[in-house]
T-cell receptor
Framework: SQQGEEDPQALSIQEGENATMNCSYKTSINNLQWYRQNSGRGLVHLILIRSNEREKHSGRLRVTLDTSKKSSSLLITASRAADTASYFCATVPHSGAGSYQLTFGKGTKLSVIP | SAVISQKPSRDICQRGTSLTIQCQVDSQVTMMFWYRQQPGQSLTLIATANQGSEATYESGFVIDKFPISRPNLTFSTLTVSNMSPEDSSIYLC????????????FGPGTRLTVT
């Protein structure tokens, strides 16, 4: 079953603006990851945040995690046309069988207009 | 990071036929995963394939419909059997990243259209 729910489903911004995408999940997690997919191709791993972390940065990416609300956000600063893609959050369960399995959210389709 | 290739990259098939998708990795990995992405949707895990054991299928997916082979640590195949238009999707394989990293590396996907 789907674990993460992203919002918005689609986001259109001007180049240079910031883009924020949100993800909610339902069960206890070990970590949450964000992936990017360009035009129905393979996914690229962007960033991983563990359940005991609250914020993480990687270049123009900033991810936050609120385990009390079971939610995460991905912020892309100073967006570029090349950031146009679909972004998915994915969760890894806290423990037990399938602890390496990713459960993906529905994704946010980001369009950055030059 | 692992480099993953898939064959074919895309195919158009008639209903009732079967298609075998290949996934090749440039390094040895224990776990390989197969996902389905229906048009405009997110990814759904079909099964986990470990070398030397039977694949583990997720709820809603059965071996008769999606048989998987894992003959060695760098290769796996997924067959979509007795296809119907509802099987039109992108099929992606992925592998685990570095030990205990939890991240996965994905192949470019196989875009399947069933007519």
């Amino acid at each position: 079953s789907q674990q993460g729910e992203e919002d918005p489903q689609a986001l259109s911004i001007q180049e240079g603006e910031n883009a924020t995408m949100n993800c909610s999940y339902k069960t206890s997690i070990n970590n949450l990851q964000w992936y990017r997919q360009n035009s129905g191709r393979g996914l690229v791993h962007l960033i991983l945040i563990r359940s005991n972390e609250r914020e993480k940065h990687s270049g123009r990416l900033r991810v936050t995690l609120d385990t009390s609300k079971k939610s995460s956000s991905l912020l892309i600063t100073a967006s570029r046309a090349a950031d146009t893609a679909s972004y998915f959050c994915a969760t890894v369960p806290h423990s037990g069988a399938g602890s390496y399995q990713l459960t993906f959210g529905k994704g946010t389709k980001l369009s950055v207009i030059p | 990071s692992a480099v993953i290739s898939q064959k074919p990259s895309r195919d158009i098939c008639q209903r009732g036929t079967s298609l075998t998708i290949q996934c090749q990795v440039d390094s040895q990995v224990t776990m390989m995963f197969w996902y389905r992405q229906q048009p405009g949707q997110s990814l759904t895990l079909i099964a986990t394939a470990n070398q030397g054991s039977e694949a583990t299928y997720e709820s809603g997916f059965v071996i008769d419909k999606f048989p998987i082979s894992r003959p060695n640590l760098t290769f796996s195949t997924l067959t979509v059997s007795n296809m119907s238009p509802e099987d039109s999707s992108i099929y992606l394989c992925s592998v685990e990243g570095l030990a205990d990293s939890y991240e996965q590396y994905f192949g470019p996907g196989t875009r399947l259209t069933v007519t």
